[in-house]
């Protein structure tokens, strides 16, 4: 990441897999039908950049079948070890070289709004296709709707609003772009691709919201507390409104993107 302050979600946190089990319970059945949609079939080479946990990664496999290929690769890999369906490399995709491929299909879910070179990490994915191959990109839009609580009735929801405009302050200060989603169909035309075309999923409320909001408070509280952006009093009694169910809690809007490479 940009700032030398680190990446805010990192993944050898302790609340990590219960952010990737909500993140999958709220977004997989979205990016499987993106992914479907590119035609991905047995024989398949896929490259699944920051792949984080193991349930896209998984899935992928089950569709290429043992004639393809799922290369599953982050910074950290903890979260996709141990599986015999696919592969599994740390590798940072600014830094490193892309992997030998070429993929048929290159995919990132919730990566490149963390990266302060974004640009240069799409370019070394897009360098990975084969000629006609798909680049499916999906990314959050915090700016595109920065409350988590949309219906701000309470002292409860009010104070839910506050902690998550304290949070989007400790990820703007580590290079996070706010508004990155949007941007992402522009920025697969600048890169010569063909067929692009986007949409946005938002999930408003429900079990997986409520687990995601209490995983990442519980992973960066200390963050907020440090920075004077939170006590831990507030910090507990959000939690126990969380817990408690009394509220509706939104994620941000997830900007889906996708073009091929020219043959």
């Known amino acids: ?10 993944n050898a946190n302790a609340e990590a897999g219960q952010r990737f089990n909500a993140l999958a319970e709220l977004f997989d059945a979205s990016t499987f039908r993106h992914l479907a949609a590119t035609g991905l079939n047995r024989g398949w080479h896929v490259w699944e950049v920051g792949a984080g946990g193991s349930s896209v990664p998984s899935w ?11 290369l599953a690769t982050d910074i950290d890999t903890s979260w996709t070890s141990g599986s015999i369906h696919y592969e599994v490399l740390r590798h940072d995709v600014v830094r490193d070289e892309p992997p030998a491929g070429p993929f048929d299909l290159v995919h990132a879910r919730l990566v490149l709004v963390h990266v302060a070179a974004r640009d240069r990490a799409l370019t070394a994915m897009i360098s990975a296709l084969r000629p ?8 959050a839009d915090p700016a595109l709707q920065p409350l988590v609580c949309l219906d701000e009735l309470d002292a409860a929801s009010a104070l839910a609003n506050r902690l998550k405009r304290a949070f989007r302050d400790l990820l703007a200060a580590r290079d996070v772009d706010l508004a990155f989603g949007r941007s992402l169909p522009r920025r697969l035309r600048a890169a010569g691709l063909v067929k692009v075309g986007a949409d946005a999923y938002f999930p408003l409320t429900g079990p997986a919201c409520i687990e995601l909001e209490r995983a990442t408070t519980e992973q960066i509280r200390d963050q907020l507390v440090t920075a004077g952006l939170a006590s831990q009093s507030e910090i507990e009694e959000h939690l126990a409104n969380v817990t408690a169910g009394k509220l509706d809690l939104a994620t941000s809007p997830m900007i889906s993107a996708w073009g091929q490479k020219r043959s």
């Open 60 to 70: 992928l496999a089950r569709q290429v079948g043992p004639d393809g290929r799922v």
């Open 1 to 10: 990441m940009g700032s030398d302050r680190g990446y805010l979600l990192h």
């Open 132 to 139: 006609g191959g798909w680049l499916v990109i999906e990314d």
